[in-house]
């Protein structure tokens, strides 16, 4: 198996566990942290299964996927959205 689609799933796994797990427990800031590093990690996973990525995209696609995933998290999951738990 490739080291880039480990990254995904190992990713994947964490977003979902962070969600699940240490976002209703822990303050914003921490679940924040941990949820823009998974998807920093699968925006970097996603690229790694890819052949002939350009630096720039490493560049824009790692920070891009984890503001993404702050976001994400915030808009379904906080206050009236339509995922809280």
Aim: charge should be positive.
């Amino acid at each position: 198996m490739d080291r880039a689609v480990v990254v995904l799933v190992v990713a994947g796994v964490a977003f979902v566990a962070v969600v699940i797990v240490v976002r209703p427990r822990a303050p914003a800031a921490v679940t924040d942290v941990a949820v823009a590093i998974c998807g920093a990690a699968l925006g970097a996973g996603a690229l790694g299964v890819q052949h002939g990525v350009a630096p720039v995209e490493w560049a824009v696609t790692v920070p891009v996927a984890a503001l993404l995933g702050v976001f994400h998290v915030r808009a379904l999951f906080a206050g009236a959205g339509p995922l809280r738990i």
